[in-house]
């Protein structure tokens, strides 16, 4: 792989300087631009183009590729422009399918929910089973930062990487499909038909289906021929997954679907059953996915990774049984909350606090069909905490799973669930205020 003409970085972060230290790996003299729509272009060895400049870069041919970050939308108008000038558009995942793929076994997972615990849980069946496997994509490394160490490599996807993924996996698993990332993709339609092109192509790949992409028709037309699908569990690896699960820190039903998922998938990759019980019992969660604290004799749950209601759904169900105080809201992606809160009452929650903006919807709903919850409007978390803090007698548990995206008041879902952690521990703790 060499390339002839310069190319352009568009975005800035962890991809895009994995993707310059490649080049500069390659071929140290090739000249390198930088663009970025907000934030520093901190790139090293690129100069940068203002976003305003780049349909003069582009009609003067300045760069030969662009080489997009998954958070840029393959829909901005420039690169229709970038098309029209033939400069083509790429990415790290698809440079790592030009250097890398040939010769080693590729899994491929994609889903709105669950893709980061089944492709972690799959790392560890393979690493358990004594099979050298790397996993990549949103969890782990960059695409090009893992570059040829393994023989086997895990991807975990989001629809903003399998909307143009140009090669093929020898496994690709969907998780389940619900609505999301509406203002990337720009419509409902789009965002499914991106995420689906990771199983929707040609090819004798094989296809492995959770429990909530099962029986969805837009899954099954894009599998297209169904001996592709991996085989089915048997009675008794069923049995060892669930005892596994049962004692591991996988909760929830969801998480029991996920475990099923990466074994199927595991065992299709040489895995034994001892590595994927093993697997289990090894699985630690996520960061800011279902992550219990505990101050003042109260739980505490970070589900702030939750960007949609069916992820907060799955949260609440781990939880049944207790008296629940649910925040939730966020950044607008056109959600539907009206079934949520139908469930709210059968899930348990005494409490709900409903942040800007889709809280506001929520809290619509929630009075007209279960005027019993009682629904506190906030503006922004701290006010929310101190709210609940007032009626703490109310419920057993307080769960952050706020069925939305971070963008309108936080930096990202990360800084959204440290902040409710420390905001819990100073208000809720004993001797806080």
């Known amino acids: 792989m060499r390339f002839e003409e310069p190319i352009l970085l568009y975005g800035a972060g962890r991809e895009a300087k994995s993707t310059r230290a490649f080049l500069k790996a390659r071929q140290p003299d090739l000249k390198v631009f ?5 934030g520093e272009a901190d790139i090293e060895d690129a100069e940068v183009i203002a976003p305003e400049d780049l349909k003069a870069a ?30 083509p ?36 069946m393979l690493t358990r089973s004594h099979i050298d496997a790397g996993l990549a994509g949103n969890v782990g490394l960059a695409p090009l930062e893992i570059a040829d160490r393994h023989p086997v490599v ?34 409902v339609e789009r965002y499914y038909h991106d995420k689906l092109h990771l199983i929707d192509r040609d090819g004798s790949f094989a296809v492995a289906l959770g429990a909530g992409a099962k029986g969805n028709a837009m899954v099954a037309q894009a599998v297209r021929d169904h001996r592709r699908l991996l085989r089915e569990l048997t009675r008794e690896e069923l049995a060892a ?27 299709a990759a040489g895995a034994t059953l001892q590595g994927v019980v093993d697997g289990i019992v090894a699985f630690k969660p996520l960061p800011h996915r279902l992550e219990e604290h505990r101050f003042g004799g109260m739980i505490f749950v970070n589900d702030s990774i939750s960007t949609t209601p069916e992820a907060t759904k799955a949260a609440l169900a781990a939880y049944k049984g207790q008296r629940l105080a649910l925040i939730a809201g966020g950044h607008e992606r056109q959600q539907d909350y009206a079934e ?22 929520l809290a619509d709903a929630t009075r007209k069909i279960a005027p019993q919850i009682v ?52 208000i809720f703790a004993p001797g806080a205020l």
Request: proline share 4%.
């Open 241 to 267: 997954i669930d005892k596994a699960a049962v004692g591991s820190r996988l909760k929830g039903s969801h998480n029991r679907d996920n475990a099923h998922l990466a074994a199927q998938i595991a065992l």
């Open 89 to 124: 558009v790429t990415s790290n995942l698809n440079l790592w399918g030009g250097a890398y793929r040939d010769g080693r076994t590729v899994i491929a997972i994609t889903g709105t929910k669950g893709k980061s615990t089944t492709a972690t849980l799959v790392h560890l």
């Open 34 to 38: 930088v663009t970025v729509d907000s």
């Open 340 to 361: 949520l809160a139908t469930l709210l009452t059968g899930y348990g929650v005494t409490v709900v606090t409903c942040l800007p903006v889709t809280g506001g919807r």
């Open 375 to 426: 629904v506190l409007e906030q503006p922004d978390l701290e006010t929310a905490m101190h709210s609940l803090c007032q009626r703490r007698d109310q419920f057993d548990a307080v769960i952050l799973s706020p069925g939305a995206p971070s963008y309108n008041q936080f930096k990202n879902f990360e800084e959204r669930g440290k902040m409710f952690v420390a905001l819990a521990e100073s």
């Open 58 to 87: 582009l009609a003067g041919h300045r760069f030969g590729l662009i080489v997009k970050s998954p958070g840029v939308s393959r829909y901005k108008p420039i690169f229709a422009l970038a098309q029209d000038a033939g400069i």
């Open 154 to 187: 895990i991807f975990e996807l989001s629809s903003y990487q399998t909307a143009d993924m140009n090669f093929l996996p020898d496994i690709a698993a969907l998780t389940n499909l619900y609505p999301e990332h509406v203002d990337w993709h720009g419509s």
